[in-house]
């Protein structure tokens, strides 16, 4: 059974940092691609970073600078950093992972609440 459980998320105040963790099982993990993405109510799920099973990431081109994704295999664990956090990073935070190429996965979500 896969299940990938994210962790980390909260209340945090604007400039502050946070990090989301999403500890995997059931799959390969040193073989899989893991990713963030995050959603807002009324609005489709974006993607905010990923990471290949190699180690490469990529970022969508608004978080390139405050987040940071990394991944420890000792673990099966996916991380994500995000740093100077502001209200508009409001949203759930959704793990994922793609198996033997085709397969996608999600956790549940944390939410992150960017709030005074």
């Known amino acids: 059974q896969v299940q990938l459980v994210e962790s980390g998320g909260g209340l945090v105040q604007p400039g502050g940092s946070l990090r989301l963790s999403c500890a995997a099982s059931?799959?390969?993990?040193?073989?899989?691609?893991m990713a963030w993405y995050r959603q807002t109510p009324g609005k489709q799920r974006e993607l905010v970073a990923g990471?290949?099973?190699?180690?490469?990431?990529n970022y969508a081109d608004s978080m390139k600078e405050r987040f940071t994704i990394s991944r420890d295999n000792a673990k099966n664990t996916v991380y994500l950093q995000i740093n100077s956090l502001r209200p508009e990073d409001t949203a759930v935070y959704y793990c994922?992972?793609?198996?033997?190429?085709?397969?996608?996965?999600w956790g549940q979500g944390t939410q992150v609440t960017v709030s005074s």
């Open positions: 994922h992972a793609r198996t033997n190429g085709r397969y996608d996965w």
């Open positions: 059931g799959i390969i993990f040193s073989n899989s691609a």
């Open positions: 990471i290949t099973a190699a180690g490469t990431t």
